[in-house]
């Protein structure tokens, strides 16, 4: 008898800008409906897509897809902060010799798909061709593992936030680009 002999299945990572996004927006909701089915009662979770079209409104907006078969399985999205006006400077006590900044604003996966480093390779597909010198994102502190695998990819915890008074308490975490930990 011969092994049998098994492949994984191969993801394809799409990528979109704000022209796409028409295009995607209900696939991001999609995957956002499953990734957060447990939490789906909850008024914070259930404003997500004025989130998508808030960061899909802005010029530079760049999100990447990944997809198995044709399945949209994650993504990952975010903008170019506005220079001058970033939020995450009070955090740092010296400021930084290039303050361009790219905000991470989402990154998720159906529960399937988790814990397989796509999220990584999803993140690494955004950022690829970014040519701003760090990048910032936010974790809820009631996820001390993920933010553990963002320290992992670069990320330094610099502070603490709650951005609006129903969403949850978000570690700061800024990546430099230009000297990597």
């Known amino acids: 008898m011969?092994?049998?002999?098994?492949?994984?299945?191969?993801?394809?990572?799409?990528?979109?800008?704000h022209n796409d996004l028409p295009d995607i927006r209900?696939?991001?909701?999609?995957v956002h409906a499953d990734a957060y089915f447990e939490r789906r009662h909850e008024e914070f979770v259930q404003r997500?897509?004025?989130f998508v079209d808030h960061w899909g409104g802005?010029?530079?907006?760049?999100?990447v897809i990944?997809?198995?078969?044709?399945e949209p399985i994650g993504f990952t999205y975010g903008a170019p902060g506005e220079p001058g006006r970033e939020w995450w400077r009070e955090y740092l006590a010296e400021e930084p010799a290039d303050p361009s900044t790219f905000?991470?604003?989402?990154?998720?996966?159906?529960?399937?798909?988790?814990?397989?480093?796509?999220?990584?390779?999803?993140?690494?597909?955004l950022?690829?061709?970014?040519?701003?010198?760090?990048?910032?994102?936010?974790?809820?502190?009631?996820?001390?593992?993920?933010?553990?695998?963002?320290?992992?990819?670069?990320?330094?915890k610099i502070g603490e936030r709650q951005p609006f008074p129903d969403s949850p308490l978000y570690a700061v975490m800024l990546l430099n680009?230009?000297?990597p930990a």
Do not use: N
Request: hydrophobic share 35%.
């Open 2 to 17: 011969e092994p049998r002999v098994t492949t994984a299945p191969a993801i394809d990572l799409r990528r979109y800008g």
């Open 26 to 30: 209900q696939t991001l909701l999609d």
């Open 48 to 50: 997500f897509p004025w």
């Open 58 to 63: 802005r010029e530079g907006f760049a999100c």
């Open 66 to 70: 990944a997809y198995e078969d044709g």
């Open 103 to 125: 905000s991470v604003s989402e990154l998720m996966l159906r529960p399937k798909w988790r814990k397989q480093g796509l999220g990584k390779r999803l993140h690494t597909a």
């Open 127 to 156: 950022l690829a061709d970014r040519p701003e010198a760090l990048a910032v994102l936010t974790v809820d502190t009631k996820r001390p593992r993920l933010q553990a695998l963002y320290e992992g990819w670069g990320y330094k």
């Open 177 to 179: 680009r230009t000297h």
